[in-house]
């Protein structure tokens, strides 16, 4: 049973918004940090945005920030509201969790041991 699935990816023009998420197969607080990926298209996989579970903090990459917002909503849903979309947002998003607290900066993917299988997000000029 996978433990992560995104939702919600699609094709926009620019300044356009799509809300993605990120159902869980139990309370996000069984996380210790859960946040979002993406791949751009022939680039490495970056960190965009993620949530430290049990103080409520959140973080964001500066290509994001003030346009991109995560949150969760539920139990076991996590959020990616994107808003003001560029063409250089385009990119597979996936989702990702540390179950094992190893440590790392959350922008980079050792911390994380589980992963969703992505969603495309595409943004046109």
């Known amino acids: 049973q996978a433990q992560l699935v995104e939702s919600g990816g699609g094709s926009v023009q620019s300044g356009g918004s799509l809300r993605l998420s990120c159902t869980a197969s139990?309370?996000?607080?069984?996380?210790?940090?859960i946040g979002w990926f993406r791949q751009p298209p022939g680039k490495q996989r970056e960190g965009v945005a993620a949530l430290y579970t049990a103080i409520g903090a959140t973080h964001y990459a500066d290509s994001v920030r003030g346009r991109f917002n995560i949150s969760q909503d539920n139990a076991n849903t996590l959020y990616l509201q994107m808003t003001d979309l560029i063409p250089e947002d385009t990119g597979v998003y996936y989702c990702a969790a540390d179950s094992r607290s190893y440590g790392g900066a959350w922008y980079s993917e050792r911390p994380y041991n589980y992963w969703g299988q992505g969603t495309q997000v595409t943004v046109s000029s």
């Open positions: 139990k309370d996000i607080t069984n996380y210790y940090l």
